[in-house]
């Protein structure tokens, strides 16, 4: 969306104080954890963009709670699997030997949008160290929550979105669908149905020197996210209302994760 076209698209632009309010009529309480998976264009015209919405969603949770966004890093992925664009057979090499060490302080998100890559550079946010599959976390339990993020099986139960799990916290689709939902992720690792798994490797920084590390995975899939993501809506429910021009969704993520894998052991 053009930033004519989300001027178009409101009466009013969005403010800090009428996200926030819109946050409060959906559910969303001071001392909750809340992971959130948005999109900024969904929003409309909002006045300071992803700073808005980040600041509104702290105002809400207050210090007394959490809040956590995913930061991805895909481009520490295979490059012979890209896809979107690929790159030429005779770079790959190139690029795995000399893509600097992912940094959690400084390494850029990608494709994960506007508002988690200004969220990871605020002041009190950190960021656990998985080279593809991070989480950045503010507030009360933001240390525990992304602390030893493990490399192996890196959404599964060595993640943040466990930690997320165990303080039986919310997850909030703003402007997105079950397709961005990284919850349904744990739901995959922790199901019983047969998997592909993949040995992925990355550079990180130890010690003040760039080194490579291997790690187990599976072949994960969202083909069928917003399938199961109706299924839990139908069958249990969610609250569903509007954030700006955003339809925005608040759902119980232990509640979903639980779901999702009965789900996916009857489904795959």
């Not at 409101?10 to 800090?16: F, L, M, R, S």
């Not at 790959?92 to 850029?108: A, D, H, K, L, Y």
């Not at 160290?129 to 240390?143: L, N, Y």
């Not at 922790?190 to 130890?206: G, M, S, V, Y």
Request: charged share 25%; net charge negative; aromatic share 6%.
């Amino acid at each position: 969306m053009s930033e004519a076209d989300a001027i178009e698209c409101v009466d009013e632009p969005g403010t800090v104080e009428s996200l926030a309010a819109d946050l409060r009529a959906l559910g969303v309480a001071a001392g909750d954890t809340l992971l959130v998976h948005s999109s900024l264009s969904s929003l409309g015209w909002v006045a300071g963009g992803p700073q808005a919405v980040v600041d509104a969603l702290q105002t809400v949770l207050t210090d007394d709670g959490t809040l956590v966004m995913p930061t991805h890093t895909g481009q520490y992925t295979d490059p012979s699997a890209w896809e979107n664009p690929p790159v030429p057979d005779d770079w790959v090499e190139t690029i795995g030997e000399s893509m600097p060490p992912f940094r959690p302080e400084v390494t850029p998100t990608r494709g994960m949008g506007a508002i988690p890559e200004c969220f990871r550079n605020y002041p009190g946010v950190v960021r656990s160290e998985h080279p593809t599959v991070s989480f950045a976390a503010w507030g009360a339990a933001a240390e525990e929550i992304v602390s030893d993020h493990e490399l192996d099986y890196g959404l599964g139960d060595g993640s943040p979105l466990a930690r997320v799990y165990d303080r039986g916290g919310d997850v909030l689709l703003l402007g997105v669908g079950h397709g961005n939902d990284t919850s349904l992720h744990l739901a995959e690792h922790r199901a019983d149905f047969e998997k592909e798994r993949t040995t992925e490797r990355a550079p990180l920084l130890r010690d003040g020197e760039r080194v490579v590390v291997e790690y187990d995975d599976i072949e994960v899939e969202t083909d069928d996210f917003g399938e199961v993501g109706e299924a839990f809506e139908r069958a249990v429910g969610a609250t569903e209302g509007s954030v700006a021009a955003a339809t925005a969704t608040l759902l119980d993520q232990p509640a979903l994760v639980d779901f999702a894998e009965d789900w996916f052991e009857s489904n795959r």
